[in-house]
């Protein structure tokens, strides 16, 4: 079955960065698109950016253009988020997400809190 499970979160600190990190398995990870989505509770789960099978971000959402870079590593089956210049605002659970066969799947997040 497919599983995605995401680890990297933390408490960090206004400025700082992190790169969080998100295995997967059940599909053939090469032949998707994948996604970052992060939710801020009582708050809707809002798309960040996306890397294509060819590697190519896009989708990227305002607030994280230039702070955000999205990869990939596909011998890993792994996709990753580095996230530079963290504000306050970041605060939220980071999730990632796989459309495979019309289906849609999230992992469980992680949690990425920025306060001085």
């Known amino acids: 079955q497919v599983q995605l499970v995401e680890s990297g979160g933390g408490l960090v600190q206004p400025g700082e960065s992190l790169r969080l990190t998100c295995v997967t398995s059940?599909?053939?990870?090469?032949?998707?698109?994948m996604r970052w989505y992060r939710q801020v509770p009582g708050e809707e789960r809002e798309q960040l950016i996306a890397i294509s099978i060819a590697a190519t971000e896009f989708n990227v959402h305002d607030s994280v253009k230039g702070r955000f870079t999205i990869s990939r590593d596909n011998a890993k089956s792994t996709l990753y988020l580095q996230m530079n210049s963290l504000k306050p605002e970041d605060t939220a659970v980071y999730s990632c997400?796989?459309?495979?066969?019309?289906?849609?799947?999230w992992g469980a997040g992680t949690l990425v809190i920025v306060s001085s």
């Open positions: 997400h796989a459309r495979v066969r019309d289906i849609d799947y």
């Open positions: 059940g599909f053939t990870f090469e032949n998707y698109h």
